[in-house]
């Protein structure tokens, strides 16, 4: 099976610096339409989808390889040594920013720098990290998954987007929530929320561009500033939106950011 297939991989535009897109849970790569159009003309993009999310082929869903996100890096490692021409830049939203230091941490070097937008390496408050959730809550809200995963759909989508006056985007979350097969959702969702990759990124050396929503139900500002005291090379922006999906209801003040942080290796429009 080719990579192309196994995760969908979409390539556009052109340039010496290649930016690979990766979503996070209950999306597919359709989420970044908002924030590609702006990069296309000077950069190579690679888009594509998690195996067992979009349109990827579920043939390839392993229980086991996929039972934590290391599995995740190790494809994506896969994308970038297949399709990752020149330098090779990350966008990682949500669960994909850490599977993105997952795999600079297996590969290092090869990465050039990330963004991660809406980035948690823990999603569970743990003394003075505040993670923005107990442990109780995960424990619930995971039950809840299982026992009615489109209700929890349905319902979380809303809350998890945000994004008061957009209700269409809130609309597109549900819906790509609904299009994943719950089986999948339910092991994806505890490895999401579950794990814990605070040492995995402490003292990453690549330069990061943490982008957070100012409030965020998912991952608050309280996480950001973690992240950016804990990784040597990071820049904290704070985008003025309400959710946890800045690159779809603010593209605007995301891409901006984005032209500042990427300007050492491609000067902006």
């Not at 996929?66 to 994506?76: E, F, R």
């Not at 297949?82 to 599977?99: C, D, K, N, R």
């Not at 982008?211 to 973690?226: N, T």
């Amino acid at each position: 099976m080719t990579l192309s297939k196994r995760n969908n991989v979409r390539i556009a535009g052109a340039g010496p610096v290649t930016l690979i897109f990766s979503h996070g849970f209950g999306c597919d790569q359709s989420m970044w339409k908002y924030l590609l159009p702006h990069f296309q003309a000077r950069f190579r993009t690679v888009t594509y989808d998690l195996v067992g999310a979009g349109q990827s082929d579920l043939t390839a869903y392993d229980r086991v390889r996929y039972d934590s996100l290391a599995g995740y890096a190790t494809d994506l490692n896969e994308i970038v040594t297949e399709y990752g021409q020149g330098t090779v830049i990350l966008v990682g939203h949500s669960v994909s920013a850490m599977i993105g230091a997952l795999a600079d941490r297996q590969q290092p070097g090869r990465i050039a720098a990330h963004v991660m937008v809406g980035p948690s390496p823990c999603y569970i408050d743990d003394g003075d990290y505040i993670g923005g959730f107990k442990h109780q809550d995960i424990h619930e809200l995971l039950e809840t998954l299982d026992s009615n995963y489109l209700g929890w759909s349905s319902t979380m989508a809303p809350v998890i987007m945000g994004a008061p006056g957009q209700p269409m985007l809130s609309e597109e979350l549900t819906n790509s929530f609904c299009r994943t097969d719950p089986d999948i959702a339910r092991q994806f969702a505890r490895v999401t929320f579950l794990s814990d990759n605070r040492l995995d990124v402490q003292g990453l050396p690549t330069p990061v561009l943490i982008l957070q929503s100012i409030d965020d139900l998912i991952a608050p500002v309280s996480v950001g500033q973690y992240l950016n005291a804990v990784l040597p090379n990071s820049t904290l922006c704070l985008i003025d939106n309400i959710g946890h999906c800045p690159h779809m209801s603010a593209p605007t003040a995301c891409s901006q950011a984005m032209d500042a942080f990427l300007q050492p290796w491609a000067p902006g429009p």
